[in-house]
């Protein structure tokens, strides 16, 4: 009896398996009985699965034979089967998980336990909350496991947790819906305060006007696609649109540039406004004339609401965190991405690169409306441009967007950007038309407007774009003189066209009391 005994003793302080996750003695969340009511509700009432279809999965449950029976009536409405307990059984009876619940006699006690299936929507969202109760547990403890273990990396790491906690998110209890009434009201105040504006417009201006008329502005919650093959000056348009909106309209603007360095763009945009050559501002080859133009004109970007983020290879999970600081801190309304092939999706696994790119244009259309203002992002034109024939073939299309034809359907707005010059090789068209510096500006969709082509100025020694009925005052002339608008010199021709280094300007002082912004 004493060896029985010793070996009962032995048997009862054999070590357990541990758990999966520690949870420090503590129970996972879950509700036996409201999983109960709710799998018994759906047993009773004939229209209570159509109601928390979209909210519970069978691994919302917390029992494996609750599980099993919710996998059964999910079959069953599938098939638009009636749902009750007789049905539910032999369709638990087809499955081979009848005897695995416990068999027709735990099916009937489900049903017997609820009197009524009114709350059954306000059951089924507790069960929903307990599931992500639980998979938040389960993420969190699996991140702390990886955390001691130093032989990860801790940015994959953080890559991986950005990824799953995005997918819990996703998860989530949707929104629900909303009345009419109030949102007519908010409408209506759009409505008087687009009226009130002397440009008329009802949402953030870009500067260029034709484009403002087509379409009021950008607008809240819309994702933009600007698109084009390499050359044509996509870049250009955004940084020319950028300083539009910073420093002519004081719009706060974020560009989140994949491709270049914050410096190149920051000589671009320098370019850009100063009228001088890309090539000078890098060599720092300017005439005295030069000197002064370049510093009585930068100074319009100082302190401008301007802020560039140059991480390269930008994870959408990095964009999303990055972007809510900047609303919430320096109240960005506008968001510029260059461009959409260079990001990924980090921590997320997909069977092909255009499940990738899907996934990141859907998720830039959920940041949109989440932050309730426009985002535009460049993308690439594939080759078939290239192959079609003549020089009206080289107008871009929907088609030709790269990687995805999900990139079409979650934009609001796609643009294209097309210069005919580029492909005609000459300075008139077929019909004889000049087509010098002109830029088409496509609008090929737009969900809440009309589409249309809008002629645009294209400088390509300042990389910038303008109105087309602005004054083209950049006629090139035998020397290197370059007009200005902000200084006039009507009497000052430049005395030699060789590069001086240098100036009476000092290029690292911007205007009194203001610190650079970049």
């Known amino acids: 009896m004493p060896e029985n005994n010793q070996s009962n003793s032995s048997r009862r302080q054999k070590p357990q398996l541990p758990s999966l996750y520690d949870t420090g003695g503590r129970m996972m969340p879950r509700d036996k009985e409201v999983e109960e009511a709710v799998l018994g509700a759906l047993m009773l009432e004939k229209d209570a699965y159509t109601t928390v279809c979209d909210i519970l999965k069978p691994e919302s449950f917390?029992?494996?034979?609750?599980?099993?029976?919710?996998?059964?009536?999910?079959?069953?409405?599938?098939?638009?089967?009636?749902?009750?307990?007789?049905?539910?059984?032999?369709q638990l009876r087809l499955n081979n998980t009848l005897d695995e619940v416990g068999g027709p006699v735990v099916i009937s006690e489900l049903t017997s336990r609820v009197a009524s299936g009114a709350h059954v929507e306000f059951h089924a969202r507790i069960v929903a909350q307990k599931y992500l109760a639980r998979?938040?547990?389960?993420?969190?403890?699996s991140i702390e496991g990886k955390?001691?273990?130093?032989?990860?990396?801790?940015?994959?790491?953080l890559q991986e947790a950005e990824g799953k906690l995005f997918e819990i998110s996703q998860r989530n209890v949707k929104k629900d819906v909303t009345q009419i009434d109030p949102v007519i009201g908010q409408a209506i105040e759009q409505i008087q305060s687009a009226a009130n504006r002397t440009s008329g417009l009802s949402g953030l201006e870009s500067g260029y006007h034709k484009l403002d008329q087509l379409t009021s502005g950008w607008q809240n919650?819309?994702?933009?696609?600007?698109?084009?093959?390499?050359?044509?000056?996509?870049?250009?348009?955004?940084?020319s649109m950028a300083k539009n909106m910073a420093v002519n309209f004081n719009i706060p603007v974020a560009i989140f540039s994949l491709e270049m360095?914050?410096?190149?763009?920051v000589n671009r945009l320098i370019s850009n406004v100063c009228e001088l050559e890309s090539q000078k501002i890098k060599s720092g080859q300017l005439?005295?004339?030069?000197?002064?133009?370049l510093m009585s004109r930068v100074k319009h970007l100082y302190s401008a609401p301007?802020?560039?983020?140059?991480?390269?290879?930008?994870?959408?999970?990095?964009?999303?965190?990055?972007?809510r600081r900047l609303v919430r801190e320096h109240q960005v309304k506008f968001i510029i991405i260059d461009y959409l092939q260079l990001m990924n999706a980090s921590g997320m696994k997909f069977g092909s690169r255009e499940q990738e790119v899907s996934m990141i244009s859907r998720s830039l259309k959920q940041l949109a409306k989440e932050l309730n203002i426009p985002i535009v992002a460049l993308s690439q034109l594939n080759r078939s441009v290239e192959s079609r024939p003549g020089n009206e073939g080289k107008r871009p299309q929907l088609s030709d967007l790269r990687e995805s034809g999900a990139i079409e359907q979650d934009a609001d707005i796609v643009c294209f950007i097309h210069r005919p010059e580029y492909y005609a090789r000459s300075d008139q068209d077929a019909a004889g038309n000049d087509i010098r510096g002109l830029a088409e500006f496509i609008v090929a969709k737009h969900r809440s407007g009309s589409v249309d082509d809008i002629k645009l100025r294209f400088k390509a020694r300042f990389a910038r774009f303008e109105n087309w009925d602005e004054e083209d005052n950049d006629a090139l002339s035998s020397t290197s003189t370059v007009g200005s608008r902000l200084n006039t010199f009507d009497n000052d021709p430049i005395a030699s066209t060789s590069a001086l280094s240098g100036g009476d300007a000092d290029i690292m002082r911007g205007p009194e009391d203001t610190p650079p912004p970049f």
């Open 62 to 90: 917390y029992e494996p034979a609750h599980q099993r029976i919710y996998e059964a009536i999910q079959s069953l409405g599938a098939a638009q089967k009636p749902i009750d307990m007789l049905t539910v059984v032999e």
């Open 135 to 141: 998979e938040l547990i389960t993420f969190a403890s």
């Open 147 to 157: 955390a001691f273990d130093e032989s990860n990396d801790v940015d994959d790491l």
């Open 221 to 239: 919650s819309d994702l933009i696609i600007i698109a084009a093959r390499p050359a044509m000056g996509k870049t250009a348009f955004v940084l």
């Open 261 to 265: 360095s914050n410096l190149q763009l």
């Open 287 to 293: 005439t005295p004339i030069e000197w002064d133009q």
């Open 306 to 323: 301007m802020y560039i983020d140059d991480t390269p290879s930008l994870s959408i999970f990095e964009l999303r965190t990055k972007a």
